[in-house]
């Protein structure tokens, strides 16, 4: 099936299988090695790229579904020579250690800060909480981190928050 996807700002036009994840397609079609298959199941969040702006495992997307949609994968976070704040908050906080979840860990943190509202451990539904460390742990906890970085991310994270 012929589908047309934004990747990073630049219009792709690709030929998939129905069957083909994001995740393949992102990867080993368009070479953008960022994302990363950990689990291939949702679980680990090592694939998250941001779908129309809000963060998704790009395992479980079917390709043939984001037909018009804009993807941002974590090659599309910095602008030309400038990284995204999150990119440098992390570095000065040291918030990766083998690296191999960083990508999706920087992309599902872009799409939380754009993602107001109460999380599943907010007690008041009806006030903004803020992003306190617990919430950013709460709102990061579909990203796991094997190497135990978790302290370091939230505090880079903690750092770009509003």
Known sequence: MDITLMVNGVSRAVTVDPRMSLLDLLR?????????????????GACTVLIDGRRANSCLALAVAMDGSEI???????????LHPLQTAFMEHDAFQCGYCTPGQLCSAAGMLGEPGPSAITDDLLTDPGLTPE??????????????????IVSAIAEVAP
């Open 135 to 152: 919430e950013i742990r709460e709102r990061m906890s579909g990203n796991l981190c094997r190497c135990g970085a978790y302290v370091n």
């Open 28 to 44: 080993e079609r368009l070479g953008l090695i960022g994302a990363k298959k950990g689990c291939d199941h949702g679980q680990c």
């Open 72 to 82: 941002t994968t974590v090659e599309g976070l910095a602008h030309e020579d400038e």
